[in-house]
């Protein structure tokens, strides 16, 4: 290329910066990048808040488990990579003191612990609780419930094992104590300097040890790879995702939606640029044809105009990514007080995939119009009708579409996600696009009678159907991905609320004898207004599918090996849970007898193990064997605080064997005493307290919403300047008409009312398309990316006024020149 064609293009550039598509490409394209920029931001970061929040629930960024502990050379690994590294072992112990004895579960911890969160003790039983920094050696904290039990009060000495331990406080908040349900008995946290003095650990004790570390996550993601490498067979590394399904929930559902606004951001981006480079090709084609007189080839043309958009695009992209990045500091600083401290900064990489979107939307939907331009042909000086189009448009377009889907991937990762956005988006401009053109024109009939502000606004559509047509799919795509982000907003929102009530089971029962089970039934009644059934548990090991031994078919560090490495809690119903949803298969009522009893099972442990209806499973259970016939598979909602269960058995199965009872039930905050009543009526029973994951839960829980909110705003604000960008970008021409019909003698009434008929007429069409394609989106969304309930939503049919508002206003500021100007300078400047 001839390097005198760059300052060539820069002047021009400068002199063409007085032009209205220039200027709307800059700023469409600032708006795009810096929307897009300030959305990665936010979802970068807030993700990055909500997983060092969801990092409390394992008292640490990473955890290192096992039933014996790790290898030296796994610990020296991490301590080389300088990351914070404290040591946890976990197992149950019988607490003796003068007045009894009782079941605990017993934590020895390192004078590190916790690394994330906060451990919380109170002076007292049931005083107020203070951040604190873990007991002493010597010393030990235990839980209210265990100095009710043994009638105990700080100062007394209990003894763990071999060892004699002061209480010197009571334990009230342990960070990481939410990661497993069931290993929530009464707890006692000792110093972990004192465990080899109490004798408790020996060769072939229960007993889990876990290596609790935290820094950046690189270097955690380094050192997982290095453990990953040579972890022993019982060992599992565990992260914020892993360790809590209800965790695991909300941040995923966080960041499908927050991608998919990035994704709505990046069709905005589309749309904006290609009006705008549209317009900006169409009005150059004469001066290509003037290059082309004075001796520019056809390449030289082509690079001198795209030297101009390479200019103008990387100016913009910049100035758009700085703006993005301003936007969210301003919105996490006023947001400081809502979002917990140590915010991470996000990096880079939003800014530069802003950058990205905006650079390939303007390759890509300026290519085809930019190609036009080198081929002008000469004559064109002489004849104005000559409008070159490069059989290879389509090509390109095509090209820029695959380069837009593929950021869209690269921005969320999930290609559901990305056809479903695309694929409802195109089947529903071509389904809509094709029946606009039928009913542009069929309005050419009804045109003749109608009254002269309708023929002046409707001409303008008739004259140009084509281009018309396109013009209500971009402002409809517009208000479609607006009405989708609100449509997905309210309803994620309201997932989320009807996931976790405000009463939510925040206690669970275990071990709850057969001979108290009515007893125990009806003290819950009178305590709790929202107690659940009580389920039969009795434990067992899945041992063979169809004949074969379950370990031989199992893949490693599945759901599946986990969950038959162990026992399972097994149990029978005659109803099915509430919070299961039949898969596949028949429940007990409708079920045909056959030779075996039935068994229901999760269906992702079933994908697992590759269950189908009809295999036979065998289960040991206290060494005897029990065969059972898979008669159906459920979905199992796991987000709930209720006990749920991988296998319930047809009642009959397993009546005949040892059994105790589980429920989950709600206590109103500040019920201390009367769940130590509880333990004392029902000394056998184990209560554990899960009210701290819940606050935590619903912590998280309100940043997503948080998320959401914002991230509406930023796209609702995109939506708008995208709207008034493309206006803008095609309003030349109604100006050149209304200065030519004022010149005539047209009132200026006459005008208005055209451009109110006009504008009206194009914003309701476009509110139309936007309700069938939100609905069509919606729909493909909910079925294939966001497992969810998809159901009509008659309030979309609100779009058409709306759009008929939007756009009917920002048509009438954007030609208020040629209402207002004199006609002569109007046509001077266009």
Same mark, same amino acid.
């Given at each position: 290329m001839n390097p005198r064609l760059l300052p060539l293009a820069w002047r021009q550039l400068l002199r063409e910066t007085r032009a209205g598509e220039v200027r709307v490409l800059f700023f469409a394209l600032l708006i795009a990048v810096a929307a897009s920029t300030a959305i990665g931001y936010f979802s970068a970061r807030l993700n990055g808040a909500m997983l060092l929040r969801a990092t409390e629930f394992l008292g640490a960024d990473l955890v290192l488990s096992g039933s014996s502990p790790a290898a030296s050379e796994q610990i020296e690994a991490g301590k080389r990579l300088g990351l914070a590294h404290a040591q946890v072992v976990e197992f149950s112990s019988v607490i003796a003191t003068d007045q009894g004895i009782q079941l605990a579960s017993v934590k020895a911890a390192s004078s590190r612990y916790p690394l994330r969160g906060e451990l919380k003790s109170a002076a007292e039983p049931y005083a107020a609780e203070q951040v604190s920094s873990g007991p002493q050696p010597g010393e030990a904290w235990a839980e209210a419930r265990l100095f009710a039990a043994l009638n105990l009060?700080?100062?007394?000495?209990?003894?763990?094992?071999?060892?004699?331990?002061?209480?010197?406080?009571?334990?009230?908040?342990?960070?990481?104590?939410?990661?497993?349900?069931?290993?929530?008995?009464?707890?006692?946290?000792?110093?972990?300097?004192?465990?080899?003095?109490?004798?408790?650990?020996?060769p072939g004790s229960r007993v889990r040890f876990r290596e609790l570390w935290r820094g950046d996550a690189q270097l955690l993601a380094e050192y997982r790879k290095i453990v990953e490498d040579g972890a022993a067979p019982h060992q599992r590394l565990e992260d914020a995702r892993d360790g809590n399904r209800q965790i695991g929930g909300a941040l995923g559902r966080a960041e499908r939606y927050l991608n998919l606004a990035s994704l709505a951001a990046v069709l905005l981006a589309g749309v904006a640029v290609a009006l705008s480079a549209s317009r900006f090709a169409v009005r150059h084609f004469d001066t290509g044809a003037l290059l082309r007189c004075f001796g520019l080839s056809r390449r030289q043309t082509l690079g001198l105009f795209g030297l101009q958009l390479a200019i103008l695009g990387l100016l913009a992209c910049l100035c758009g990514a700085l703006l993005g990045w301003l936007g969210q500091l301003v919105l996490f600083q006023l947001l400081q007080g809502l979002l917990p401290p140590g915010v991470p900064a996000g990096g880079l990489t939003p800014a530069l995939a802003g950058i990205a979107v905006g650079l390939v939307a303007l390759a890509g939907f300026a290519l085809p119009p930019l190609a036009a331009l080198g081929r002008v042909p000469p004559l064109?000086?002489?004849?104005?009708?000559?409008?070159?189009?490069?059989?290879?448009?389509?090509?390109?377009?095509?090209?820029?579409?695959?380069?837009?889907?593929?950021?869209?991937?690269?921005?969320?990762?999930?290609?559901?996600?990305?056809?479903?956005?695309?694929?409802?988006?195109?089947?529903?401009?071509?389904?809509? !696009?094709?029946?606009?053109?039928?009913?542009?024109?069929?309005?050419?009939?009804?045109?003749?009678?109608?009254?002269?502000?309708?023929?002046?606004g409707l001409g303008q559509l008739l004259r140009h159907p084509l281009a018309a047509a396109g013009q209500s799919l971009a402002f409809g795509l517009i208000l479609m991905a607006m009405a989708l982000i609100a449509l997905l907003r309210g309803e994620l929102l309201d997932t989320w609320q009807n996931q976790l009530p405000e009463q939510a089971p925040n206690h669970f029962a275990l071990n709850v004898l057969p001979g108290e089970k009515d007893a125990f039934a009806a003290r819950l009644e009178d305590l709790s207004t929202?107690?659940?059934?009580?389920?039969?548990?009795?434990?067992?090991?899945?041992?063979?599918?169809?004949?074969?031994?379950?370990? !031989?078919?199992?893949?490693?560090?599945?759901?599946?090996?986990?969950?038959?490495?162990?026992?399972?809690?097994?149990?029978?119903?005659?109803?099915?849970?509430?919070?299961?949803?039949?898969?596949?298969?028949?429940?007990?009522?409708?079920?045909?007898t056959e030779q075996l009893p039935g068994v229901s099972v999760e269906s992702k442990l079933a994908e697992s193990l590759g269950l189908q209806l009809g295999d036979r499973l065998t289960f040991n259970v206290g060494g005897i064997e029990r065969e059972a016939q898979v008669s159906s598979l459920r979905k199992v909602e796991w987000d709930s605080f209720q006990p749920n269960f991988y296998m319930i058995f047809q009642p009959g199965t397993l009546q005949d064997l040892p059994a105790t009872y589980l429920t989950s039930f709600y206590l109103p905050p500040q019920s201390e005493r009367q769940l130590v009543e509880l333990a004392r009526e029902f000394p056998a029973v184990t209560l554990l307290q899960v009210e701290a994951l819940l606050e935590q839960l619903r912590s998280i829980m309100a940043q997503v919403s948080l998320a959401v909110e914002y991230v509406l705003l930023f796209v609702l604000a995109a939506g708008i300047a995208v709207l008034l960008a493309g206006l803008q970008a095609t309003l030349d021409e109604r100006l050149r008409q209304g200065a030519l019909l004022r010149a005539l003698g047209a009132e200026r009434r006459l005008l208005l009312k055209a451009r109110r008929t006009e504008f009206g007429l194009l914003g309701a069409v476009s509110g139309l398309l936007a309700a069938l394609g939100c609905e069509l989106a919606s729909f493909l969304l909910y079925r294939y990316a966001l497992d969810l309930q998809w159901q009509p939503h008659p309030w979309l049919l609100v779009l058409p006024l709306i759009g008929a508002l939007l756009v009917g206003a920002a048509g009438l500021w954007g030609t208020r020149k040629a209402l207002n100007a004199s006609p002569l300078t109007v046509l001077r400047e266009v």
């Open positions: 009060k700080v100062g007394d000495t209990i003894e763990v094992g071999n060892l004699p331990l002061r209480l010197s406080r009571v334990l009230t908040h342990e960070p990481d104590r939410a990661g497993d349900f069931y290993s929530l008995t009464p707890r006692v946290l000792m110093h972990l300097d004192d465990l080899e003095a109490t004798g408790v650990v020996q064109r000086v002489l004849r104005r009708d000559l409008l070159p189009v490069p059989p290879s448009s389509w090509l390109v377009y095509g090209a820029a579409l695959l380069a837009l889907a593929l950021i869209m991937w690269r921005l969320s990762l999930d290609w559901k996600l990305t056809l479903a956005l695309l694929g409802g988006g195109l089947i529903a401009t071509l389904l809509l !696009g094709g029946l606009l053109l039928l009913a542009l024109k069929g309005l050419r009939q009804l045109l003749a009678r109608a009254a002269l502000p309708w023929r002046l929202h107690a659940l059934p009580l389920y039969p548990i009795v434990a067992g090991r899945l041992t063979l599918i169809n004949g074969e031994p379950v370990q !031989g078919i199992v893949s490693k560090e599945s759901q599946g090996e986990r969950a038959v490495s162990r026992d399972l809690s097994l149990t029978w119903s005659q109803d099915l849970p509430e919070g299961n949803t039949l898969l596949t298969g028949q429940w007990w009522q409708s079920a045909q």
